[in-house]
């Protein structure tokens, strides 16, 4: 697509439920990433993709969270057992290889709201 | 271990006044620099990507970056009130870019 494309822009789920996040990088952007935004916070690495390479999970701040990316393409972010603490904006990127040489695209958003 | 130290702000400055954004960073072997724009409400935008010493114009945008003190800044020309934003910058890591907290930018029409 034209841009990189999230799913849903907003979501409000109850304590201890189960998110899906989507993530549709642009075509051909071999490198995938997901960040986080808390209110007035900067921006939190959580997990990277880069073609069919063992994704850096480093980010990921608990295991309650997991992501995939089928086919090197659309990505999935899992947030097990939502606590309150997990609400905040979920931002995915693509870029076409490294961040030494591209900066990211990013999508739009998912507002994640726990209640 | 900060990566990217920014002042958060927040920066006000008059319409048509030249806004100076500063950013330093820790790693000495950084190549690379971005600059994004994010507005309220918004996903973060690049604006600027900068490599080597120096200056690097685009428009009213100029990054400019000096690797032996090891800051890169950001300056905007004849500031316009839809340059109100949040500016970010951002150094790769070895997978990822690191990220400042922003400055907040509001340009006073």
């Known amino acids: 697509g034209a841009g990189v494309s999230q799913s849903p822009s907003n979501k409000v789920t109850e304590k201890g439920k189960d998110v899906e996040l989507r993530c549709d990088p642009i075509?051909?952007?071999?490198?995938l990433y997901w960040y986080r935004q808390s209110l007035g916070q900067g921006l939190e690495f959580l997990i990277y993709f880069q073609g069919n390479s063992a994704p850096d999970k480093s980010g990921l701040p608990s295991d309650r969270f997991s992501a995939e990316r089928t086919g090197g393409s659309v990505s999935t972010l899992t947030i097990q057992r939502t606590q309150q603490e997990d609400s905040a904006v979920y931002l995915c990127?693509?870029?076409?290889?490294?961040?030494?040489?591209?900066?990211?695209?990013f999508g739009s958003g998912t507002r994640l709201t726990v209640v | 271990q900060k990566e990217v130290e920014q002042n958060s702000g927040p920066l006000s400055v008059p319409e048509g006044a030249i806004a100076s954004l500063n950013c330093t960073y820790s790693?000495?072997?950084?190549?690379?620099f971005f600059w994004y724009r994010q507005y309220s409400g918004k996903s973060p935008e690049l604006i600027m990507s900068?490599?080597?010493?120096g200056d690097k114009e685009d428009g009213r945008f100029t990054a400019q970056l000096n690797k032996a003190s090891q800051y890169v800044s950001l300056l905007i020309r004849d500031s316009q009130p839809s340059d109100s934003a949040t500016y970010l910058c951002?150094?790769?890591?070895?997978?990822?870019?690191?990220f400042g907290t922003g400055t907040r930018l509001t340009v006073i029409p």
């Open positions: 790693d000495r072997g950084s190549q690379s």
């Open positions: 075509s051909g952007h071999t490198a």
């Open positions: 900068i490599y080597s010493n």
């Open positions: 990127a693509s870029s076409l290889g490294g961040t030494a040489n591209y900066g990211y695209t």
């Open positions: 951002a150094v790769p890591g070895a997978n990822n870019l690191f």
